[in-house]
Structure formats: structure tokens, C-alpha cells
């Protein structure tokens, strides 16, 4: 029988052998090109920059992506077509352009306002998973200023070709994509995994509290200070934001 888990935002699944299906999920709201819609962009990003939270997710604990799955709450044409596309562009930019893509959309009701739910599912070998390895004394790194809305067309921000660098590095311990609730909290959420405590550090030109939308910076906790490392291998700012304790 599999066993059922959660780790922070991602859910487990044991399964036959030594593998696990690791599953997260993203939604959004209010963003897109209804007559409703808070913040006006087109479909297409919108399909990109909400795959690639629950994407970046399930690729930093250290599983293979298996199928992407879609619930829109808007027609299927024009609207649906095009949010599919955006996610089929970043799967493609990811490297994964013959990921299975699988969903609904609302035929029923007609929409004033762009709704949409993304789940990742992706399979891991238990040692292959890269949760609960920060270690006491490691030094944990913000990649990319914290972008929420508009902001985040304003500027380059970490992708899954960034992670993929990341995690091929071996002084990388743990990669978490930053969300709604800050650098702080996701910090204290990386500690606490292994039952430790963060200890920040002063920042400049860094807000620890702010919403960083669709995963727009990544905490790298690394073996060792690796600030040098990490700003040859990002296009995005590097702020050394504090320590496992």
C-alpha cells in the first residue's frame, strides 16, 4: 500500500520499490486577458509562469517530470489554447518539449475571468531526493529579487535552465523556489525540515518579506560559501541571506 507524505508544499507518494511520485501543484487567478482580469497579459504567459512554480518544485527535490496536468477555468478556444501554449514553451525552454500534457476547460459556463490550476507529477529514486540536506553552518542564498504581478516582465528572473546548473553543481545541498509568503519564511521552512533554525543575515537591497509570485528567486543552500560560484553561474542577482543553525 503507498504511503502518503507531505514535505513543505510538495506531497510524496511511496511507491512498489524505491521510488516516489513527488506531486506539487499552483494556481492563478485574475491574470490573463478576461474583461475581469486584475493584471492584463496574454495566455500564453500566463501558462508559462504558472507551470513553472510547480515545475522548478518537483525539479529541485530531485525528481524527473512525468506529466503536467491543467484545470482552466476559461474556454478552450481562444483562451485555454493559448495558456497551453505558454506552458508548452516553458516545458520547451526546460528541455522537456515531449512532456505529457493533460487537463480540462470549462465548456459549460461562459468566463469573465482567467482561472487556472497547474499539478506536476514527477517520479524520484528515495536517494536521488534532495530534501532535508542543509546541514548546521551551511550558508543559504537568495537567487533573483522577488518579483510579484507586473514586475515580474520587468526583469530576468531564475528559469529551469538555472536550477538544472544548480543542481548539477555537487557543494549544492538544497534548492527551494521561493513563494508567496518571502525569502524569510522559506528559509525558516528549509531549517526546519531537518529540525534546525535560520539565522538571517543583513541584507541591502533585498526585501525578505515580500511575495516572489511564480518562484522569481530560488534559495541555494550550499557546503561551504559559494558566493563567488553562484554569481559566474546565475544571470540574476546573489544575495547571501543568512545560515543554518
Known amino acids: 500500500m503507498s504511503k502518503v507524505r507531505k514535505c513543505?508544499?510538495?506531497?510524496?507518494?511511496?511507491?512498489?520499490?524505491?521510488?516516489?511520485?513527488?506531486?506539487?501543484?499552483?494556481?492563478?487567478?485574475?491574470?490573463?486577458?478576461?474583461?475581469?482580469?486584475?493584471?492584463?497579459?496574454?495566455?500564453?504567459?500566463?501558462?508559462?509562469f504558472t507551470v513553472r512554480v510547480p515545475l522548478m518544485e518537483v525539479m529541485a527535490a530531485g525528481a524527473v517530470p512525468l506529466l503536467i496536468i491543467n484545470t482552466l477555468s476559461v474556454e478552450m478556444d481562444p483562451t485555454g489554447k493559448d495558456i497551453i501554449a505558454g506552458i508548452r514553451e516553458e516545458l520547451t525552454l526546460a528541455g522537456l518539449a515531449d512532456l505529457t500534457v493533460t487537463g480540462s476547460t470549462e465548456e459549460n459556463m461562459p468566463t469573465r475571468q482567467t482561472g487556472v490550476g497547474i499539478t506536476v507529477i514527477g517520479k524520484a529514486a528515495a536517494a536521488d531526493l534532495r530534501l532535508g540536506k542543509v546541514q548546521v553552518g551551511d550558508p543559504v542564498y537568495c537567487l533573483g529579487q522577488p518579483r510579484v504581478g507586473s514586475e515580474v516582465l520587468a526583469g530576468v528572473v531564475p528559469d529551469v535552465p538555472l536550477l538544472?546548473?544548480?543542481?548539477?553543481?555537487?557543494?549544492?545541498?538544497?534548492?527551494?523556489?521561493?513563494g508567496s509568503?518571502?525569502?524569510?519564511?522559506e528559509a525558516g521552512q528549509l531549517a526546519s525540515t531537518v529540525q534546525r533554525k535560520f539565522s538571517p543575515a543583513a541584507v541591502a537591497g533585498l526585501d525578505l518579506y515580500k511575495s516572489a509570485g511564480p518562484a522569481t528567486s530560488l534559495l541555494v543552500a550550499t557546503e561551504g560559501e559559494r558566493l563567488a560560484e553562484l554569481r559566474e553561474i546565475a544571470d540574476v542577482a546573489v544575495f547571501p541571506v543568512g545560515t543554518i543553525q
Open 8 to 48: 513543505r508544499d510538495l506531497t510524496l507518494v511511496e511507491m512498489n520499490g524505491d521510488n516516489l511520485l513527488v506531486i506539487a501543484c499552483d494556481s492563478l487567478g485574475a491574470i490573463g486577458t478576461k474583461e475581469e482580469d486584475y493584471l492584463k497579459t496574454s495566455g500564453s504567459i500566463v501558462g508559462r
Open 164 to 178: 538544472k546548473k544548480l543542481l548539477a553543481q555537487p557543494w549544492v545541498r538544497e534548492i527551494l523556489p521561493v
Open 181 to 185: 509568503k518571502g525569502v524569510l519564511y
